[in-house]
């Protein structure tokens, strides 16, 4: 039965792409203030919203909550909490490797162990790329940036990198990829 109402619910979606839902829900005072904002911006209908609900869409696949999940070119390591007290620190409660022809479940000292070796991996990655573009010797810039500046910039870069490796594209209309392809 419930294959044939998620089939319903789909062909609804289809059909009436603008139909809404009200949502209710009881939370701890501290806890709402915390995830009424986060709902907020999942909800939006646009590009930011989109990507906030692609970001955490597997979230539902996993039995425990992931804290960290670093990805490869094909490779995936997930960290899963909630965190432990293991004395004068905390632990992770285990871990999952993804990697063609490898699947393994960590227990949590090895998963507290990856999980530290790729973090030192990264943040020398960061460094090697602040020294390769001589970022220390550049003023500090603000944290904050101007949304619509920057997406302009960002959109005009990008366009620039597009037009130099494949030469001028055919103008193509932008489209909202929750409404499929016939909808521009």
């Known amino acids: 039965m419930?294959?044939?109402?998620?089939?319903?619910?789909?062909l609804a979606d289809s059909l009436w792409t603008g139909r809404k839902v009200t949502l209710r829900f009881t939370a701890d005072y501290r806890t709402a203030c915390v995830a009424l904002p986060l709902i907020k911006k999942?909800?939006?209908?646009s590009e930011d919203g989109e990507t906030y609900r692609c970001s955490i869409a597997h979230w539902h696949l996993n039995e425990r909550p992931p804290l960290h999940i670093h990805r490869g070119e094909v490779s995936t390591v997930r960290i899963d909490g909630p965190l432990q007290n293991a004395g004068t620190s905390y632990l992770p409660l285990g871990g999952l490797i993804e990697s063609p022809g490898v699947t393994a479940h960590l227990d949590p000292v090895e998963a507290d162990r990856l999980d530290?070796?790729?973090?030192?991996?990264?943040?020398?990655a960061i460094r090697d790329w602040i020294i390769e573009h001589d970022l220390y010797d550049q003023p500090r810039a603000l944290?904050?940036?101007?949304?619509?500046k920057a997406d302009q910039a960002a959109r005009a870069v990008i366009a620039q990198w597009v037009a130099k490796q494949f030469g001028e594209p055919e103008p193509v209309p932008p489209s909202d990829s929750r409404k499929g392809p016939d909808h521009a």
Not at 42 to 45: E, F, M, N, P, R
Not at 116 to 124: D, G, I, L, P, T
Not at 143 to 148: F, N
């Open 2 to 10: 419930l294959i044939f109402h998620r089939t319903l619910d789909r």
């Open 42 to 45: 999942l909800l939006a209908d």
């Open 143 to 148: 944290r904050e940036i101007d949304r619509h």
């Open 116 to 124: 530290r070796r790729m973090q030192k991996a990264v943040e020398r």
